[in-house]
């Protein structure tokens, strides 16, 4: 995955480009290639569920959106744009749903690689120990939100101004219309794991944490 900008602040970020890696900048926009085979997250997350989340969810909002935009103002803008100019207006609720669930999703495979985890490198490191006291404590706070998200959402690691912390989102909701710049993110939807580990989300979030977490892709688009 290609770092999202290293500039914070979402507005600064977004007129850098933003994070899409898709041949237009505008609609139709296409789905993203997986950053790496669909099996690649095994055992961790079973090729089943990347091939579900990846070919039919994470498709589902794309093309979704793709119908949505046709022939309206938001068919020209890139998908963040998108997203922070339907925020929080209820009659444009279709809209924002599937955009900013098609930006998560980008956002999403990229936070995950094949033999993540373990250690930081160094520089982020750093910057975790300052702001949480140290990685473990950070993963806890990653864990936490991931567990106690009522229902579908997202748990995020985010640069807020100078400072790192950890947020919380529903549904579609993502930080970026908070101000706040997303570095990694995890999907605690239940389609994101629910054929391998059903009910038990702490077990998957704790494998990804373990297991999958791109600390390099944080550390990309930490500005
Ligand atoms: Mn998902």
Not at 8 to 19: I, T
Not at 58 to 68: E, F, Q, T
Not at 212 to 218: E, I, P, Q, T, V
Request: one cysteine or more.
């Amino acid at each position: 995955c290609r770092a999202f900008s290293a500039s914070a602040g979402a507005a600064v970020w977004l007129a850098a480009g933003g994070p899409m890696r898709t041949a237009r900048a505008a609609a139709p926009f296409a789905l993203p290639k997986l950053p790496y085979a669909e099996n690649a997250l095994h055992p961790a997350i079973s090729a089943r569920t990347v091939g579900f989340h990846h070919g039919k969810h994470h498709r589902a909002y794309v093309d979704n959106l793709n119908k949505l935009v046709a022939g309206t103002e938001y068919a020209e803008m890139p998908l963040e744009k998108i997203v922070l100019a339907t925020a929080g207006q209820p009659e444009r609720a279709a809209v924002f749903n599937n955009a900013a669930q098609a930006w998560n999703h980008e956002f999403y495979w990229c936070s995950l690689k094949p033999k993540g985890g373990g250690a930081p490198p160094a520089s982020l490191r750093a910057r975790l120990e300052a702001d949480f006291g140290g990685v473990e404590a950070c993963l806890q706070e990653l864990a936490k939100a991931a567990g106690s998200q009522f229902g579908s959402g997202w748990a995020w690691l985010v640069q807020d101004g100078g400072k790192l912390r950890v947020v919380k989102t529903a549904n579609a909701d993502v930080p970026l219309t908070q101000g706040l710049k997303p570095l990694l993110t995890v999907d605690v939807w239940e389609h994101a794991y629910y054929l391998d580990y059903q009910n038990r989300r702490a077990d998957h979030v704790k494998a990804v944490l373990d297991d999958l977490l791109n600390w390099d892709f944080a550390l990309e688009n930490l500005g």
